[in-house]
């Protein structure tokens, strides 16, 4: 486990900034999970739902606060046009994608738009959660203060190099795109600086599940003892 924790001064029962009256000591504590592009995050809270612990996914929430019917995929469709929908009333990602990643304001627009609906979507999932402690998985936890929701961040933890290999492995994206993702997301030794813990997903997948376990068993005594500081 020690290897995986980086020690801080800091009490793992502390409030979010959901406040007392929005996160009743009766809901379970909140841990952030983050990593970059290929760091094979998703697998880890994978890992943790094996332990029947709920997983709550920004990535579906952003996802969903933009399905057809909702007001912001009218919005978006007002803003950028047709060019951005799908014959189906669905959004096209991969044309908006293309729009925002070479235009700042329009990103910015789009993040305005779309970031409190997101928020607003998790904070209720969150609420909703049935176990001792849940997983909020966010690729972008700390760049959109997704983090105040929580009471400790787990980062999964690789390698630049391996992250480009990984991803290009799963998605087909040439390097040069995926260094743009990169390049776009925080830096990774300012994550490193920031997680409560860190998990070094560069080793052997055949010892993750054992590594999670310690994680997982270092949560539960957390939630069974708050009044206890990491040291």
Do not use: C
């Amino acid at each position: 486990m020690a290897a995986d924790q980086k020690q801080i001064d800091q009490s793992f029962s502390q409030k979010s900034s959901l406040g007392a009256s929005q996160h009743p000591t009766s809901e379970p504590i909140i841990v952030g999970l983050t990593g970059g592009i290929g760091s094979g995050k998703s697998t880890v809270a994978a890992a943790f739902r094996q332990l029947g612990i709920v997983s709550v996914d920004a990535d579906q929430a952003a996802r969903a606060v933009v399905e057809p019917g909702m007001p912001a995929l009218t919005a978006i469709a007002e803003h950028f046009g047709e060019a951005v929908m799908l014959p189906d009333g669905g959004l096209n990602r991969a044309a908006l994608r293309e729009i925002i990643f070479s235009n700042p304001a329009e990103k910015q627009w789009l993040e305005s738009l779309l970031h409190p609906l997101i928020r607003e979507w998790i904070v209720a999932q969150l609420q909703a959660a049935k176990s001792p402690y849940v997983i909020l998985e966010s690729p972008l936890l700390f760049e959109t203060d997704q983090h105040l929701l929580t009471q400790a961040t787990l980062l999964v933890d690789v390698p630049v190099p391996l992250q480009i290999t990984r991803a290009a492995a799963r998605d087909g994206q040439s390097t040069a795109q995926i260094e743009s993702i990169i390049a776009a997301q925080m830096p990774r030794e300012e994550k490193r600086s920031r997680a409560t813990y860190i998990l070094d997903n560069s080793l052997p997948l055949a010892t993750l599940d054992a590594r999670v376990l310690a994680l997982h068993n270092e949560f539960m005594r957390r939630v069974n003892r708050p009044q206890e500081s990491i040291r």
